[in-house]
């Protein structure tokens, strides 16, 4: 028997991932524009935002997009020992680079999760190394800049996750009544 997993079963998967990573300080869901960035306070941000679900003979694929974003800040001593040596930066005041860095950096872990980690299995599965959900393919990262109230920055990427499912009909809420005409 296939344990049909939901999508709040995905997203809340997503999201435990999110909360494992020790840099990521805030996870939200949701249409991206949805982000009420004038209450949020604790940056680093991971945003899932759902595109679409498709269907195959015995699996769901849930499609998201996931954000990785941090605020940008302007002032005089942000600047790193590299990055004072870089005399002709155009904007020496802004870390958008360190940002952007960072994102990364924590974009490609959440995907390094998503490959390879033992916390996709949960208690009470008898292989250590089944996966529960399940990823595949390459990913494309792409840096955003985007001004809401304040100025932030990061990494978007496009990640599907396949889920088992069996697309049982004994259980589905209908009547007994035929459809055919």
Known sequence: M???KSYNNVVNFLARL??????????????IYDI????????????????????GQSELLFNFQIFVMDL?????????????????LID???NEQQVFNQTLDIATDFIGMLRHSKQQSLFGVNDINEAIYFTEGE???EPFSERFDNLCCGQVFQVGIK?????????????AAGAGY
């Not at 800040?73 to 870089?86: I, M, P, R, Y």
């Not at 889920?163 to 009547?175: A, E, H, K, L, S």
């Open 92 to 94: 020496p005041k802004n």
């Open 18 to 31: 999110a909360e494992y990573h020790e840099q990521i300080e805030s996870v939200s869901v949701g249409d």
């Open 139 to 141: 990913y494309t990262i």
């Open 2 to 4: 296939v344990n049909n």
């Open 72 to 88: 940008v800040s302007e002032k005089d001593n942000w600047q790193t020992f590299q990055a004072q040596g870089l005399t002709k």
């Open 36 to 55: 009420n960035l004038e209450k949020m306070q604790l940056f680093p941000l991971l945003h899932i935002n759902p595109v679409n679900v498709t269907t």
């Open 163 to 175: 889920v088992m499912y069996d697309f049982q009909t004994c259980d589905i809420p209908v009547t």
